[in-house]
């Protein structure tokens, strides 16, 4: 029965499609009687096709009128000049009509096994959660989902787990989003956790790499800022956290770990992007993934991934300072970057960070260095600029498909370099 | 792959800066040229002037993936005063492949709306443009590489990243007036 009515309201919305595109509904409320007279006489001028959903009754009380694209100066006119007060209640009805198709046809994807959820589509919250669960239900053996914290606004923080056994086994940590703006790598979080999970047993590294070490994913690392993305600004960068004494919201998540925490590579004005906060894990996210790291123990590596430049970078961002293996960390970016571009030509620079992008003080990987974690890599995927954060989502599955054989080299180098 | 050189980072911001320029005299609604590679930088050199870069590097042509550039570009970061904007002396290689069937087609198209054009964020959240609003996002692109050059410094990296509204203006002659909103990123300061 739920089927049959989707589809008969699928059935309505595409007949519909383009009938009402630029039209808007206007909320008019008649000043006296003689207003009242006045609507109904635009009622009754066919030309017009103004459509009453609510029909005008008496003055004080509001009426709806639907009113086509071609005839809105006219009616606007009338009504202004004969001081009529309206405002705008839809501002486009096809739209409000495309984005219910939108959310019905995607409310029947959510139902589905992980074989046919769309990686090729940017996703809400809601999808993304929904869809960790399947890829449990799908993998069992294979994968969990732990929580390691909440959100500001209370929101679980889920890690995915991957691990055939054994007890508090070496592990990699990956993060994607922690800078909610940048949407591509929350998606190729999502293609690359399936991927993990799809290649054991049949990819040799990934067989490999699992039947000695445990990963943990945290797909959606700033979930406040996600939603925000969503609902309100889709070029948030920081947490939802309020600052005390100011209007601006929020901190910088990758300016708040303790490693030069408060130097001149993050900013201390709550207003700013790179604001770094009060002091060091002051937010909830980053003191969720430090207090889960060092009390994990046994952590070798930390991958965070970010957009966008197309750069593989190791630390410091905070000092100038090469580290003691810099060498090694350089020929391994050197190597990943090469097995990236071998997939469609995609350039990427590498390097420290302070050599290759600039100074960044407080950042995760920086952190995770200074506490024993040797294998730390930021990636910034793709662009270079031409779509920057608003990367269009046909580049999702090339952006993880070429990524793969990077993140590959990097977590086998991993597992053949034990410490 | 290239090795990159420490400095490549301010080869990168100076190169960005002279597409910026490039953009705003060659580009318009049938051309968005963008900064594909650098090939090679040198510099900075310092004296009183400021710090000027020596760039070699390759344009493309946004409207045609097939169409590059290869540009060399002398980019002078004045120290005094920094309201000043950056000089930039670029060349070209080449003949660009003409806009102006693009160009026209365009003007006909806007002409012949029957209501001024409006439009917002483009691209959209997911990186979606209409095929109609691209030459409306070219053209935006040309002069938000003026805005950019003006406003660069060593310390910036600035790139479109959306065009939050865009309003024609009325006019009682044949020309077509835009009113932009556009945000800048820096990839510096973020």
């Given at each position: 029965m739920k089927i049959l009515l989707v589809f008969a309201a699928l059935v309505a919305a595409a007949c519909s499609?383009?009938?009402?595109?630029?039209d808007q509904v206007l909320r008019v409320t008649a000043g006296d009687e003689g207003q009242v007279t006045q609507l109904r006489v635009l009622g009754e001028?066919?030309?017009?096709q103004v459509d009453f959903?609510?029909?005008?009754?008496?003055?004080g009380h509001p009426a709806d009128l639907r009113v086509p694209f071609s005839s809105l100066p006219a009616v606007k006119t009338f009504l202004e000049s004969n001081n009529i007060s309206y405002s705008i209640m839809i501002e486009d009805v096809q739209e409000l009509l495309d984005e219910e198709r939108r959310t019905m046809v995607k409310s029947r994807r959510t139902e589905r096994s992980t074989s046919t959820f769309d990686f090729a589509s940017y996703h809400t919250i809601d999808e993304i959660y929904h869809w960790m669960d399947v890829l449990v239900g799908d993998h069992p053996n294979l994968v969990s989902k732990i929580q390691i914290g909440q959100s500001y606004e209370n929101r679980p923080l889920y890690v995915l787990k991957f691990s055939t056994?054994?007890?508090?086994?070496?592990a990699i940590w990956l993060d994607t989003g922690?800078?909610?703006?940048?949407?591509i790598t929350q998606a190729t979080g999502i293609w690359t956790a399936n991927k993990i999970a799809e290649e054991y047993g049949k990819d040799p590294s990934v067989t490999a790499i699992l039947d000695s070490m445990d990963i943990f994913f945290e797909i959606v690392t700033n979930p406040d800022g996600f939603v925000f993305t969503h609902?309100?600004?889709?070029?948030w960068r920081k947490t939802r956290s309020i600052n005390a004494g100011s209007p601006c919201i929020g901190v910088d998540p990758n300016r708040n770990w303790d490693a030069g925490f408060g130097g001149s590579g993050a900013s201390s004005d709550p207003c700013s992007e790179t604001y770094h906060g009060p002091y060091a894990h002051s937010e909830r996210e980053v003191k969720a993934i430090a207090d889960f790291i060092l009390g994990h123990g046994n952590v070798k590596s930390v991958i965070s991934i970010h957009s966008y430049s197309q750069m593989l970078l190791f630390p410091y961002g905070y000092k100038t300072a090469p580290v003691p293996n810099h060498q090694e960390m350089n020929e391994l970016a050197k190597k990943a970057v090469s097995d990236l571009a071998a997939v469609y030509g995609t350039k990427y620079t590498y390097g420290s960070i302070m050599d290759t992008i600039y100074a960044a003080d407080g950042i995760a990987v920086d952190w995770a260095y200074d506490n024993g974690v040797k294998y730390s890599f930021t990636f910034e995927l793709r662009?270079?600029?031409?779509?920057?954060?608003?990367?269009?989502?046909?580049q999702i599955i090339p952006t993880a498909t070429e990524t793969w054989p990077a993140l590959l080299d990097v977590m086998v180098h991993v597992l053949e370099h034990p410490y | 792959a290239m090795e990159d050189p420490p400095s490549s980072f301010r080869f990168r911001r100076a190169a960005v800066v002279a597409a910026g320029l490039i953009r705003y005299r060659r580009g318009g609604p049938g051309r968005g040229l963008v900064l594909r590679d650098v090939r090679r930088g040198r510099g900075p050199d310092i004296d009183d002037a400021g710090h000027k870069y020596h760039l070699e590097f390759v344009l493309e042509d946004l409207n045609d993936k097939d169409s590059t550039v290869n540009c060399t570009a002398e980019v002078l970061y004045h120290l005094?005063?920094?309201n000043t904007p950056p000089d930039v002396q670029f060349t070209t290689e080449g003949e660009l492949k003409s806009s102006s069937e693009a160009d026209h087609r365009f003007y006909n198209q806007i002409k012949s709306l029957e209501e001024e054009l409006v439009a917002e964020n483009i691209p959209d959240s997911h990186g979606n443009v209409p095929p109609a609003l691209v030459p409306v996002r070219l053209l935006a692109g040309a002069a938000a590489g003026y805005v950019i050059w003006q406003n660069s410094t060593e310390d910036t990296e600035l790139h479109?990243?959306?065009?939050?509204r865009v309003k024609q203006v009325k006019r009682s002659d044949e020309y077509l007036e835009f009113d932009y909103v556009i945000l800048l990123h820096d990839v510096v300061s973020q």
């Open positions: 499609e383009k009938l009402f595109m630029g001028q066919a030309e017009l959903w609510r029909h005008p009754t008496r003055p056994g054994g007890s508090n086994r070496s922690i800078h909610p703006r940048e949407w609902s309100s600004d889709r070029l662009d270079t600029g031409r779509y920057g954060f608003l990367l269009p989502s046909t | 005094g005063n920094r479109l990243a959306q065009i939050k």
